[in-house]
């Protein structure tokens, strides 16, 4: 299992911009099909953004295609969320998660994720 740290979120006005990171240790980071997710009050998590281990495939919900871009950089590892014209809907915590699945895939159910981050809350004001 893996360590996940996330970072980068705040408080930004309605269309404002802000780019979530999240960092691990423990074993090759390059294994791990990584994924995001946000989890706002009284609601269930929702899948957000996924990225294949290569870095070349990569999903996203209906709600942020356009406007969110996961990326990943395997030799620090870290794997990024840039999220540009944001709306209050997008208020929530935002959890990294990482699959040791073998595949070059995206993954984008909860269950498939094998380890998790404590979450970054992002808060956006209308």
């Known amino acids: 299992q893996v360590q996940l740290v996330e970072s980068g979120g705040g408080l930004v006005q309605a269309g404002g911009s802000l780019r979530l990171s999240c960092a691990r240790s423990?074993?090759?980071?390059?294994?791990?099909?990584m994924g995001w997710f946000r989890q706002a009050p009284g609601k269930e998590r929702e899948f957000v953004a996924s990225?294949?281990?290569?870095?070349?495939?990569?999903a996203y919900a209906d709600s942020v295609k356009g406007r969110f871009t996961i990326s990943r950089d395997n030799a620090k590892n870290t794997v990024d969320l840039q999220m540009i014209s944001l709306e209050p809907w997008d208020t929530a915590v935002y959890y990294c998660?990482?699959?040791?699945?073998?595949?070059?895939?995206?993954?984008?159910?909860?269950?498939?994720?094998?380890?998790w981050g404590q979450g970054t809350q992002v808060t956006v004001s209308s």
């Open positions: 998660a990482a699959s040791a699945r073998i595949w070059d895939m995206v993954l984008t159910t909860i269950p498939a994720y094998d380890s």
């Open positions: 423990g074993r090759t980071f390059s294994t791990y099909t």
């Open positions: 990225i294949s281990k290569s870095g070349r495939n990569t």
